[in-house]
């Protein structure tokens, strides 16, 4: 950035997965006078979804967002059974509705009636509301970890992560226990020049988050797997593992 002019910068919209704490709040110092816009979507909802405004990106550190993107579109937050819509400080899946969503998938009927809840279509996301409206990305549906019957959020570790001065990336996939069922591994990117121990990285880990939601493993790497859409492909990361041994 700091070779770079960016005077005629006026507003950063950032989306496509939850965006850590710490880079908001890197992006921030850096760009001070610059707007910084979280947005939420999905391609099934086309250009419906929520967004959080430059005003409140850093009194609602984190959050996408209580106001949805275009008048007609609608969302709310149901239980793990799809019955019941959630209350303040409660987690459930995000689900939306309005003219922009999709019709369906192509010549795929089952897949459109599993994306679709009465009309709602389910985001795949797991979210929590606060007591103001809120919205706030607890992780992937598919990327919660299941430790020991304790539920883990891949999201929440990766932020704790990327809050390490020498750590420059960082993605958390659940690897196969045989007694756990599950276990926490991290991938992580270190900044140029700095290095880490992997007990340290645990360390600074456990003064932050609850010690069952520690990665007990770590895989060093110089860049994480990343589509098009700048998402980073766990499969790819998980099928790694599976393929070295663990």
């Known amino acids: 950035l700091d070779a770079t002019a960016l005077r005629s910068l006026r507003l950063l919209d950032y989306g496509g997965a939850a965006m850590a704490p710490a880079l908001i709040r890197q992006l921030r110092e850096r760009l001070p006078g610059v707007g910084l816009v979280q947005t939420y979507g999905l391609t099934e909802a086309g250009p419906g979804g929520t967004y959080l405004p430059a005003e409140d990106a850093l009194v609602r550190l984190g959050s996408i967002g209580r106001r949805c993107a275009g008048e007609f579109t609608e969302f709310r937050v149901v239980d793990a059974d799809g019955q019941n819509v959630v209350g303040a400080d409660e987690v ?11 019709d369906g998938y192509l010549d795929d009927p089952a897949a459109t009636d599993t994306a679709f809840d009465d009309g709602w279509l389910r985001s795949g996301d797991i979210v929590r509301l606060d007591a103001d409206g809120y919205l706030y990305v607890v992780d992937r549906k598919k990327d919660i970890i299941v430790r020991g019957g304790y539920n883990i959020s891949s999201a929440e570790v990766e932020a704790v992560l990327l ?5 420059l990336d960082a993605a958390v996939v659940g690897i196969a226990h045989p007694r756990l069922g599950e276990d926490v591994h991290a991938f992580v990117v270190m900044r140029d020049g700095a290095s880490l121990d992997p007990a340290d990285a645990s360390s600074f880990a456990a003064e932050r988050i609850a010690d069952f939601k520690v990665p007990r493993g770590y895989t060093f790497v110089d860049t994480l797997p990343r589509n098009a859409a700048g998402k980073v492909l766990k499969p790819q990361l998980r099928d790694s593992l599976t393929h070295s041994g663990g």
């Open 92 to 102: 459930g899946e995000l689900l939306l509705r309005g003219p922009a969503v999709m």
């Open 163 to 167: 809050s390490h001065p020498d750590i």
